[in-house]
């Protein structure tokens, strides 16, 4: 069946029906074109919600480093949990694989994060039970060598009352100087000690243990010189201190430099994972743009479509009944005037040709 044989009504109906199936497909392409723009900008913010807990993490960890705060410590444990709940809702929206395996990357490294950090506490606890025993067996060196010192210079103050011979008041004055040679480097050892927590350099820990040897040696020189036991009994008990206090500084370090690998490998773990959800972030603004503008220009020329073809249409159904139509009006007046010389061609199954074959029956 042709186009002209099709009765007029539904010519209309046809018409109308394309305007608006094109209408609503256009319709369907701004909502979807919306609807993956609102995916992206939720997708582009769950990433910089991310950025910002890693951070937190970050602020927290720097504050437990600081005063050992238990609460930064639970801090953490519960952002990491929120970022993997964020982490799958997120995931669920993407489409492209590059953004699942880079999401799921980042999920893998935070839960590293998460592991290194109960690492990093236990160490940290560990480290100030060092800490703390150092400084106890340090206390106890320094109070034992000032015993001694004390010891000695009463001796030396009793002999100097007693007017004893010359030579043996000097070796009470050189025992008495020995004495105090070792509460003096008990204290250079402090304060190497002090250097080495405050900087971390390496270099006082070799000064720490270089001063503590040289202390045993002191000692053990002095005790040579000793003749009461209780002297010997005395300088004994330093040289005990001093290797408790060099084995207590060693342990400190060690549990130092395990939480200071620790934290790099932490430190190391949130850059990455801030880069990776970086780059989530961009890309998911890339895509919304890309979306916005794919929606916008598929929207006006869908629009413009439905214009152009209703516009097409009515012009078709508008000729096809105006020009026949038209032709029968001009022979009607003919006619009307004793013309009946005319032959209408026009020939068709709709209500313009049941109107020629009428006008041709005349």
């Not at 290194?116 to 560990?126: A, F, L, M, R, S």
């Not at 100087?177 to 509460?183: E, I, P, T, Y």
Request: charged share 30%; hydrophobic share 40%.
């Amino acid at each position: 069946m042709s186009w002209k044989d099709i009765k007029i009504a539904k010519k209309l109906y046809i018409g109308f029906g394309l305007v608006l199936a094109l209408t609503m497909l256009t319709g369907y392409i701004g909502y979807n074109g919306l609807n993956t723009y609102s995916q992206k900008v939720a997708n582009a913010d769950d990433a910089n919600d991310l950025i910002k807990w890693v951070k937190d993490m970050a602020a927290a960890r720097h504050i437990y480093r600081l005063d050992e705060d238990p609460a930064q410590y639970e801090k953490v444990k519960s952002t990491t949990e929120q970022m993997f709940s964020q982490i799958d809702e997120t995931r669920s929206r993407f489409n492209d694989k590059k953004d699942i395996d880079d999401i799921t990357e980042a999920e893998t490294l935070t839960r590293q994060y998460s592991e290194k950090w109960g690492v990093w506490v236990d160490i940290t606890n560990q480290s100030q039970t060092a800490l703390h025993n150092m400084i106890k067996d340090a206390e106890e060196a320094n109070r034992v060598c000032e015993e001694l010192s004390k010891n000695q210079r009463e001796k030396m103050n009793r002999e100097f009352a007693q007017r004893i011979e010359h030579v043996r008041l000097k070796e009470r004055v050189d025992k008495a100087d020995d004495a105090n040679s070792l509460v003096k480097m008990v204290q250079d050892c402090r304060v190497a000690e002090k250097n080495f927590l405050i900087t971390k350099d390496e270099k006082y820990v070799a000064q720490v243990i270089n001063r503590v040897d040289a202390l045993e040696r002191q000692a053990e020189e002095t005790r040579s010189k000793m003749n009461d036991q209780e002297d010997i009994d005395a300088i004994n008990l330093c040289i005990e201190a001093a290797e408790k206090y060099k084995h207590a500084f060693n342990n400190m370090v060690d549990f130092q430099n395990q939480r200071e690998a620790v934290h790099e490998d932490l430190y190391g773990l949130a850059v990455a994972v801030t880069d990776i959800f970086n780059t989530i972030g961009e890309g998911q603004e890339e895509k919304m743009a890309s979306a916005q503008a794919s929606a916008v220009s598929m929207t006006v020329t869908f629009i413009i479509g439905a214009l152009v073809l209703g516009i097409a249409i009515a012009f078709v159904i508008a000729r096809g009944i105006s020009k026949p139509v038209s032709n029968m009006a001009t022979i009607a007046q003919e006619i009307a005037v004793g013309d009946i010389n005319h032959d209408i061609k026009f020939t068709s199954k709709d209500e313009i040709g049941t109107l020629a074959d009428s006008f041709r029956g005349l």
